[in-house]
């Protein structure tokens, strides 16, 4: 058998260890800093058949759901913020039964608050919320 062919079998041999060892399928722990991104959809998903591939706009709160940061951003002290949690103004809101507009068309690497006053216009609030919604200016 020939060098070259000797070493291409064992090269090929060893093809499946490296993927399985990528997978950690052999136990292998994955590198630190490393984390698998985990989507755990909002409770206010399912009822709004949201799969978490848009981003989604709450008109009456003017707050956005961005699930490739995995939170909301909402207007606060005069420029749009990014929270993990629901701002403070949605916290007793039923977000099954709001209104949500769901921005097909964007990519998830874009931020649709960059263009906040084209979504107002399409999307106007119809509930005043009593003030307690901040309104961007």
Partial sequence: MSYKKLIIIVLVALMPLGSYAQKGALGHKPHKGVKAKTTKMPNWAAAHHYDATTHAYFP?????YDPNRGGYVYWK??????TPALPPFMENADLAKSRVQIIK???LDLH??????HYMKLYP??????GKVPVPR
């Fill in 60 to 64: 009456d709160y003017y707050t956005y």
């Fill in 112 to 117: 649709p608050e960059r263009n906040y006053p």
């Fill in 77 to 82: 002290n005069g420029s749009y913020t990014f």
């Fill in 105 to 107: 068309g964007l990519s």
């Fill in 125 to 130: 609030a119809v509930d005043a919320n009593d």
